[in-house]
């Protein structure tokens, strides 16, 4: 008996009709009835469904056609080889992707010199540097959120500052950061960046600053201008 007769044999045994066989199988019911009449045969994975639906063991459904299990052999391998090639040019498009997403962020950032491109980008190093704020803390006045009933309904809340930033190397940039309410005592800061993105400012007296910087920074926070 070969392999079709054993699937058809088995399918009467268990009172399955082609198409209720077919349906546990997930498959068309003219591909089983292909496979009942020998003119074709079904593949490794569906073989197993069909020795566990039908209960006829493996070795019992191939019996001993060599020509069939050599095909499904090949079929296997080939299975393998396909996954193997799909793989690689997945993986291709993948890093292709990844690289091109990576030059248009690197792109962008250059032309905008945004914030978030320069905390990734590698080729930055992070330096520090020192700056002098306004006399007042620029503040605005916002809804206070605490429960506390003796606090007042509105409070003033410290805005981010735009100042020039002295950098060790003797170069600079104008960026912005948040200080906190500070007094006249300690109208500078020393500022950690990278690029435009600043990690850190820290509120400092001017003899905090070394006076290689200080001698370059004006008493004045007027004359370093305003945001466009």
Known sequence: ??????????????????????????????????????????????????????????????????????????????????????YIVSGAFVLSLLISCAMLFFAYGEETHSVAFDRFNPSLKTEQGYAILPKKTPSQIIKNNSNKKDYSKYVNHPEKIYSYVHDADGKGEYLNFATGFYDANHRWAKVVHKGSYVSKAELISKDEIPSNIRKNISDSYENYGVKN
């Open 1 to 86: 008996m070969n392999l079709s007769e054993k699937i058809k044999d088995g399918r009467k045994k268990s009172n399955f009709t082609q198409q209720e066989l077919a349906d546990r199988l997930h498959v068309t019911r003219q591909a089983l009835s292909k496979w009942e009449n020998d003119q074709s045969y079904p593949n490794l994975d569906i073989l197993v469904n069909i020795s566990k639906i039908l209960r006829i063991s493996l070795n019992e459904l191939l019996g001993e056609n060599h020509e069939m299990v050599e095909q499904i052999s090949n079929d296997v391998r080939s299975k393998h080889k396909y996954m193997k090639y799909l």
